[in-house]
């Protein structure tokens, strides 16, 4: 229970550092909703959580990609080539 609260915690932190995907221009009103769903993200109970918890750091990890698509690819495309 308390490595599950530290993970959420950890999470919460990393999501809150991303805000300005909430004026990005590439993603759409339905994605940054999304996104501030990830910001308000509560413990409701631990099995609903823990599946919330894998959700938002795929989500999240999407909306990134989405941003900085070219980047991300790039960096991405780096890491299997050595």
Same mark, same amino acid.
């Given at each position: 229970?308390? #490595?599950? =609260?530290?993970? /959420?915690? %950890?999470?919460?932190?990393?999501? &809150?550092? =991303?805000? =300005? *995907?909430? !004026? /990005?221009?590439? *993603? ?7 996104? @501030?769903?990830? #910001?308000? +993200? @509560? ?9 919330? #918890?894998?959700?938002? %750091?795929? @989500? ?9 698509? =070219?980047? +991300?690819?790039?960096?991405?495309? !780096? &890491?299997?080539? !050595?």
């Amino acid at each position: 229970m308390k #490595l599950l =609260f530290s993970l /959420s915690e %950890l999470l919460a932190d990393e999501i &809150r550092r =991303f805000k =300005f *995907l909430l !004026g /990005s221009d590439k *993603l759409d009103e339905e994605e940054k909703n999304q996104y @501030r769903e990830l #910001l308000t +993200m @509560r413990d409701e109970d631990n099995t609903m959580f823990g599946m919330k #918890l894998k959700f938002s %750091l795929e @989500r999240l990890l999407e909306l990134l990609y989405k941003h900085y698509a =070219f980047f +991300m690819a790039w960096l991405f495309a !780096g &890491r299997d080539a !050595g």
